[in-house]
């Protein structure tokens, strides 16, 4: 009884460890929505957003009222001496007598309010933080968008996995019977051992290939977690069927799609940097300018002879200053001529940059459309070539069996149908994964 309770109590635990570890299944636009809020990219690219608020604030408070505090404490340890004229107390011209003007400990307390009035740079820089919000804004679809066709990849290379393993296998079985039956008439004397030969050579290959997609499945399935930001060993489900998410990517309308450039991430990136040379260009000869501060402080000063500053009788002196700093730039040698001149080259190459950007997008969408309309094209011939590769090995199964075909050419039959086979899972994650560069491209989901 005692041994009974305890496997119960085992099968159970290992139940509740099963039942704790959920399955999340996922479609693509599913699994590309989890991602972009779980992706561990994603979530700095959502942190470099406040950081770059941050960043906007501390770039303003510099210009805002600033208020220091300062306490200090010194003994002098030995007091300096200063020698006066002898005559000054009455003593003979000539004579000087030595005088120590201030107790030896003392101690400050001093508060500074400082106000920026004037600063050109000051100025650039918060023109700047517009920019550079936008910037992380742009950046952070970048991030974005790059998950999305990470997942797409991930996504279509699962899939392609768990097709290659059943076509694999169903190989494998078709193979097996095959060889049985061939090496049943070989041993009854009806047959040739090289027919046994080549087909036992093919199951091998088909054998291989099986293990290394069943593998290629798990791997596949790990990048795929990693993209979403699950676990690694997370068990993850396709909802998708490979050729059906094939078949609803194929819609030639998105060829037809109004292109605005300005839509580009990549574009709107290069935006970012003309932008970011423009108020570095402006930063540089804000330089030029005078810099006017404002200054008030309030402190107090105590002076005794031993440490007992907070006695209640310990007497301090007040003392407040009102004031102004006028910093005028007048002659550098022509090195701020200089950084102005950088900045505005910066500026210049900058422009080329953007114009360089717009021709290369422009070029990077032609070639999306025509890679699109070829993996359709290369999909459709794969479907047809793959129909007729079953066709023709079917055939030679037949021929074989009634002696008309060799075990060679039984095997060149099966070659090309594995080929083909192969050659069609492919051609539908190109499809797959050529119309989500087009999309990212023309910066819409199709």
Do not use: C, H
Not at 140 to 161: F, H, M, P, S, W
């Amino acid at each position: 009884m005692r041994n009974q309770l305890v496997i119960l109590i085992f099968i159970l635990s290992i139940s509740l460890g099963y039942s704790q570890e959920q399955t999340s299944s996922f479609t693509l636009e599913e699994a590309i929505t989890y991602a972009l809020e779980n992706n561990y990219s994603a979530i700095n690219a959502n942190r470099d957003i406040i950081d770059a608020q941050k960043q906007k604030w501390e770039t303003i408070a510099t210009g805002l009222p600033q208020i220091n505090g300062s306490v200090g404490y010194s003994n002098q340890l030995k007091q300096p001496v200063t020698l006066l004229p002898a005559e000054l107390v009455g003593g003979a011209a000539g004579e000087f007598i030595p005088v120590v003007f201030s107790q030896p400990q003392s101690m400050t307390a001093t508060a500074t309010l400082t106000q920026q009035i004037f600063d050109g740079s000051y100025i650039v820089g918060v023109q700047a933080t517009k920019a550079f919000l936008s910037y992380s804004d742009n950046n952070k679809e970048k991030t974005e968008l790059d998950i999305r066709k990470q997942v797409v990849e991930a996504y279509g290379n699962v899939l392609l996995a768990e097709e290659s393993v059943k076509i694999l296998e169903k190989n494998k079985a078709t193979l097996e019977k095959t060889l049985y039956e061939t090496t049943k008439l070989f041993e009854n004397g009806l047959g040739e051992e090289e027919s046994v030969d080549q087909l036992q050579i093919t199951l091998s290959s088909v054998e291989n290939r099986l293990q290394n997609a069943i593998r290629l499945q798990e791997i596949t399935l790990q990048m795929l977690n990693v993209s979403l930001g699950l676990d690694l060993n997370a068990p993850t489900q396709l909802k998708d069927n490979l050729e059906d998410l094939t078949v609803s990517k194929m819609n030639l309308n998105i060829l037809s799609t109004d292109f605005n450039i300005e839509d580009n991430v990549d574009y709107k990136l290069a935006e970012n940097l003309n932008e970011q040379r423009y108020f570095e260009w402006k930063l540089a000869r804000s330089r030029a300018l005078p810099t006017l501060n404002a200054y008030i402080n309030y402190g107090s000063a105590a002076y005794s002879e031993n440490f007992d500053f907070f006695n209640g009788d310990q007497q301090w002196f007040d003392s407040s200053i009102l004031g102004l700093d006028l910093n005028i730039p007048i002659f550098s040698s022509l090195k701020r001529s200089a950084s102005t001149q950088r900045a505005k080259i910066a500026l210049e190459k900058a422009k080329t940059q953007l114009t360089e950007a717009e021709q290369q997008i422009r070029l990077q969408l032609e070639n999306a459309k025509n890679n699109f309309t070829l993996a359709i094209d290369n999909y459709e011939t794969a479907k047809q070539n793959l129909m007729l590769s079953e066709r023709i090995e079917n055939k030679n199964q037949i021929k074989y069996k009634e002696g008309l075909a060799t075990s060679f050419e039984l095997r060149q039959a099966q070659t090309q149908l594995y080929t083909t086979q192969q050659e069609f899972l492919q051609s539908m994650v190109e499809v797959i994964n050529k119309k989500t560069e087009l999309e990212i491209i023309l910066n819409t989901k199709g």
